[in-house]
């Protein structure tokens, strides 16, 4: 079991940028991929980026390529999703999870393959 507590939301400007963190204990969490979501009231859980367990591998929605950086420290127990140049659409409740897998280099886009998640953080981008 891994308890899992995201951080770092806020308001931004558009076209600013923001740092999350999302912070590991319990078990093992090089164990872990992990994934960050984005949810919206009334709208399914939508992906946004994940790392592989050695975070040697990366994966951003569509939507976030190019905007958004995602890394992880195992000494720490900790992901971070790097923000930058924000656009009002992606204000949402963004969600820190992770994903018990052997493969180091596994990554998920999909949420119903993640086994623990973070309470969320919410994040909003002002025009």
């Known amino acids: 079991q891994v308890q899992l507590v995201e951080s770092g939301g806020g308001l931004v400007q558009a076209g600013g940028s923001l740092r999350l963190s999302c912070a590991a204990s319990g078990s093992a969490f090089s164990n872990y991929a992990m994934g960050w979501f984005r949810q919206t009231p009334g709208k399914e859980r939508e992906f946004v980026a994940t790392?592989?367990?050695?975070?040697?591998?990366?994966y951003y929605a569509d939507s976030v390529q190019g905007r958004f950086s995602m890394s992880r420290d195992n000494a720490n127990k900790t992901v971070t999703l790097q923000m930058n140049s924000l656009k009002p659409e992606d204000t949402a409740v963004y969600l820190c999870?992770?994903?018990?897998?052997?493969?180091?280099?596994?990554?998920?886009?999909?949420?119903?393959?993640?086994?623990?998640w973070g309470q969320g953080t919410q994040v909003t981008v002002s025009s």
């Open positions: 790392i592989s367990r050695n975070g040697g591998s990366t």
């Open positions: 999870a992770a994903a018990r897998t052997s493969g180091s280099r596994w990554l998920s886009r999909r949420a119903y393959e993640y086994d623990y």
